[in-house]
């Protein structure tokens, strides 16, 4: 059965430091893995999808990579800003027929001013 | 730019009543998603929907849950019989996808969420 684990749990940075998201899965038999933010209380906004025969997607300050063998992803954000601040999660979808996602429990991040 | 909507954003229900959760799938989108996330857990998958009829479901979809396309926009969640436990944040998604699975539509696009009370 696959699991997502991320770390680390929580993150707090001063404004303009880059930093780094780690995310892990256990099975690497993978279809894709996306990353998504979540503001409180609110909805996920999908941020970078990455195909299984991809290493790595860029979107504006946002890199995230994918080490499909050895089961790990990161998501890189450049010079971040206080309104980065939010739960990053990163979602893994198994290859099989099913469609659905397998979830990490997410990397609370400040950005502090 | 397009996106899926949900209503209603809070639900208070009464344990062993019956709800139904909308969701509103960007339009031209063939796969649907139901999620839930218990406060403070991981966001868990429920049930996906393609052509009609489920074609994935999690242990945790029982026979309280189930889903509707009713019209050509609408997708719902009904939860027969509300228990303490279904209290959570309810997530729509939705996805072009193909039956292929080609690239590059297989990425999900989610709601803002509706958020269950069950008291």
């Known amino acids: 059965k696959q699991e997502v684990t991320q770390i680390p749990a929580a993150l707090s940075v001063p404004e303009g430091e880059n930093l780094v998201l780690n995310c892990s899965f256990t099975d690497s038999a993978i279809y894709n893995l996306q990353w998504f933010r979540q503001d409180p209380g609110k909805g996920l906004t999908s941020l970078l999808l990455?195909?299984?025969?991809?290493r790595e997607q860029t979107s504006g300050r946002l890199n995230a990579s994918l080490d499909k063998s050895s089961g790990r992803s990161t998501l890189y954000i450049a010079a971040s800003q206080p309104g980065d601040s939010a739960t990053y999660l990163c979602a893994v979808r198994p290859d099989n027929y099913g469609q659905n996602f397998v979830f990490g429990p997410g990397t609370r991040l400040s950005v502090l001013p | 730019e397009p996106e899926v909507t949900q209503t209603p954003s809070h639900q208070v229900t009464q344990m062993g009543q019956e709800v139904i959760l909308r969701c509103v799938p960007i339009?031209?989108?063939?796969?649907f998603y139901w999620y839930r996330q218990i406060l403070g857990q991981k966001v868990e998958f429920l049930v996906s929907?393609?052509?009609?009829?489920?074609?994935?479901k999690s242990e945790i979809f029982d026979d309280q849950f189930s889903v509707e396309r009713p019209d050509g926009s609408n997708f719902t969640l009904k939860i027969r019989s509300t228990k303490l436990e279904d209290s959570a944040m309810y997530f729509c998604?939705?996805?072009?996808?193909?039956?292929?699975?080609?690239?590059?539509?297989?990425?999900?696009?989610f709601g803002p969420g509706t958020r269950l009370t069950v008291l």
């Open positions: 929907f393609y052509n009609n009829e489920i074609s994935e």
């Open positions: 339009s031209n989108h063939l796969y």
């Open positions: 998604a939705s996805g072009r996808g193909t039956p292929m699975r080609e690239p590059p539509y297989n990425e999900q696009f």
């Open positions: 990455i195909q299984s025969s991809q």
